[in-house]
């Protein structure tokens, strides 16, 4: 996937944009994340992320880069669709790989915590 259109992605929206993102977000990440489990082999820092855009702390723009990230995961309407056996997690990887890179320092040791408990549980 090209830097242009990554960069487009992860572009922070408004405030009523990033509500309707966390709202998408904290009714389907879940359910996403159990199905690319086995095809993203950072899972732990996606799950992690989801705890650090949840996280008031979280300064607004890194929070506002990683609920684009994690709506693009989410959301049906990809580049690639997941569907798609082999590729379908590729374009979600690219974005989520770009966000995680960009906001690293404000995902907090608390956040790894909360993602492996989550992780625990999925793989049970």
């Known amino acids: 996937m090209e830097r242009g259109k990554i960069g487009e992605i992860l572009s922070p929206g ?3 944009e990033q509500a309707r993102q966390e709202s998408e977000i904290r009714r389907s990440f879940f359910d996403t994340a159990r199905r690319a489990l086995r095809h993203v082999p950072f899972m732990d820092d996606v799950v992690a992320a989801y705890y650090c855009a949840l996280d008031p702390k979280t300064p ?3 929070r506002g880069i990683l609920l684009a990230a994690l709506a ?6 990809d580049i690639v669709p997941d569907f798609i056996f ?4 590729t ?3 690219a974005v ?3 966000a995680f890179r960009s906001v ?4 907090r040791p608390e956040h ?3 993602a492996r408990e989550a992780l625990g549980e999925m793989e049970d």
């Open 14 to 16: 408004s405030e009523s």
């Open 60 to 62: 607004a723009a890194s």
């Open 72 to 77: 693009y995961f989410v959301l049906p309407f």
């Open 86 to 89: 082999g590729l379908g997690f």
């Open 91 to 93: 374009d979600d990887i």
């Open 96 to 98: 989520l790989w770009a």
């Open 104 to 107: 690293r320092d404000n995902i």
């Open 112 to 114: 790894y915590v909360k």
